[in-house]
């Protein structure tokens, strides 16, 4: 399988347990890494055989606006949900979700999770 990214896509939302979270908009920053079989697009060069990242980063972002998870744990199981939605070809994908300044002296704190389409094996 080839790979698709998505890299360092930052979006403001609510995520978080403290109350002043569940208040204000924080930085998110995820980044998104798509197994699909690229091939049929690179033979026919035509967006309409590849999958088109711009529609998933879009669903992201919406929803990552429109969401107010507790947990960042939660907030990437749903992105996970929606790129495998996004397009049947997806067949794998990994999610890192990380809240930029969520700890002292550290860059960021998150979580990385994969997941593949079910009903699919190994």
Not at 95 to 121: C, H, N, Q, T, W
Request: some cysteine.
């Amino acid at each position: 399988m080839d790979r698709i990214i998505i890299k360092d896509l930052l979006v403001r939302g609510i995520v978080g347990i403290n109350p002043d979270e569940r208040e204000h908009e924080q930085d998110i920053l995820v980044n998104a890494t798509l197994w699909a079989d690229t091939r049929p697009a690179a033979g026919t060069d035509s967006i309409g055989d590849a999958v088109n990242y711009r529609s998933v980063a879009k669903a992201m972002i919406a929803h990552i606006r429109g969401g107010r998870p507790q947990l960042v744990e939660r907030l990437a199981e749903e992105l996970a949900g929606i790129c495998l939605a996004a397009d049947r070809r997806i067949a794998e994908v990994e999610i890192a979700v990380e809240k930029p300044g969520a700890l002292r002296y550290a860059r960021s704190a998150g979580v990385v999770i994969r997941r593949r389409r079910e009903g699919d094996s190994g």
